[in-house]
């Protein structure tokens, strides 16, 4: 069964750190490139980073770039998103997908694969 699961979210105070993990089963992870996506309440999605399948070239949107970085480990099968310096505005619940592109083009769609989401709140 193919799964992505995405792990690590929880509560956090403004200007703290969090990792979340994307674990990728039934498929390997190597020729995707995967894509980091939130959605705040009453809110639309926003995509929020994507790295390629090949080199790991990495993009990020405006408002998480110098904060957050996302990386693989294709031989554990998984994708990070670390978040650094986290704000309010940061609260959403995040999710990970595989992208159509290996080059990351065109990311924001997100592609065939969607985890469930892991929820991040930001709050003193």
């Known amino acids: 069964q193919v799964q992505l699961v995405e792990s690590g979210g929880g509560l956090v105070q403004p200007g703290g750190s969090l990792r979340l993990s994307c674990a990728a089963s039934?498929?390997?992870?190597?020729?995707?490139?995967i894509g980091w996506f939130r959605q705040a309440p009453g809110k639309g999605r926003e995509a929020v980073s994507c790295?390629?399948?090949?080199?790991?070239?990495?993009y990020y949107a405006d408002s998480v770039k110098g904060r957050f970085t996302i990386s693989r480990d294709n031989a554990k099968n998984t994708v990070y998103l670390q978040m650094n310096s986290l704000k309010p505005e940061d609260t959403a619940v995040y999710y990970c997908?595989?992208?159509?592109?290996?080059?990351?083009?065109?990311?924001?769609?997100?592609?065939?694969?969607w985890g469930q989401g892991t929820q991040v709140t930001v709050s003193s």
């Open positions: 039934g498929f390997t992870l190597d020729y995707y490139a």
């Open positions: 790295i390629t399948s090949s080199y790991g070239i990495t």
């Open positions: 997908a595989t992208v159509a592109s290996p080059t990351c083009s065109g990311y924001g769609r997100g592609g065939r694969y």
